[in-house]
């Protein structure tokens, strides 16, 4: 795909709204935008279904590829395996269903929202890099990759390398400061855990940062976590 516009990424949300509102503003997306949200929309945070919300909106102002994150995924099972729904609870899956209402039913949940996850990529890619949740195989193109490595495994667990295809690759799941090895990049930095919500102008390399509470970060701090919470 070819961009005529800025090619942005955002990474994880986890349910905070006003996060996602202010780095919105912030970044001012426009038609000829391409704007790559990463995945991991919902869960922990307060408001998943403002992200959603604010997501279906911003479809209306740039062109926006939404990524399936581990999360989505483990919502959309939850409708047909009730081990699913409590796995997907127990990660998180309460708090989003309580932003749809305190009965914490998956009835509340809009059409329109099942809709939208339903329609998120595996994965994307462009003339220079390629979009995944989570990681990838370096030795497999981007239309044969496990569903594990794109949306499970970590950076942690698995080092990346060099894709076969010579394109950088751009990713979330593993929360921590902005890394670039050249060859990728991680922009998960934690938001959901008390970190913060970045975007960054893929080709620029400029980043905007946001604070769960929508406040931007002019000198953003460094920030650490424990890795093994996903």
Known sequence: ?????????????????????????????????????????????????????????????????????????????S???????????????????????????????????????????????????????????WHSPLDRQSSEDLRWISIEECAPKAHISGKTVVLGHTPGPVRDYGFCRCIDTGCGLGGVLTAMDIHTKQCWQVSEQGEPLFSPPKWSCDLGAR
């Not at 949300?13 to 929309?41: F, K, N, Q, W």
């Not at 609870?89 to 939208?116: C, K, M, Q, V």
Request: charged share 25%.
């Open 79 to 137: 409708r047909h395996d009730v081990h699913a729904e409590n796995r997907w609870r127990h990660d998180g899956g309460d708090a989003t269903l309580a932003s749809y209402g305190d009965d914490l039913s998956l009835d509340n949940i809009p059409a329109a929202h099942w809709e939208f996850l339903q329609a998120c990529h595996p994965s994307f890619e462009t003339a220079d890099h390629l979009f995944v949740h989570a990681n990838y195989s």
């Open 1 to 77: 795909m070819t961009t005529s516009g800025r090619l942005l990424a955002i990474g994880d949300v986890h349910g905070h709204s006003l996060a996602l509102g202010r780095l919105v503003e912030v970044i001012e997306p426009t038609e000829r935008d391409t704007v790559v949200m990463l995945g991991d929309y919902i869960n922990r945070g307060p408001d998943s279904r403002g992200v959603i919300e604010i997501l279906l909106q911003l479809q209306k102002r740039c062109c926006l590829v939404p990524l399936l994150g581990n999360h989505e995924e483990m919502m959309l099972d």
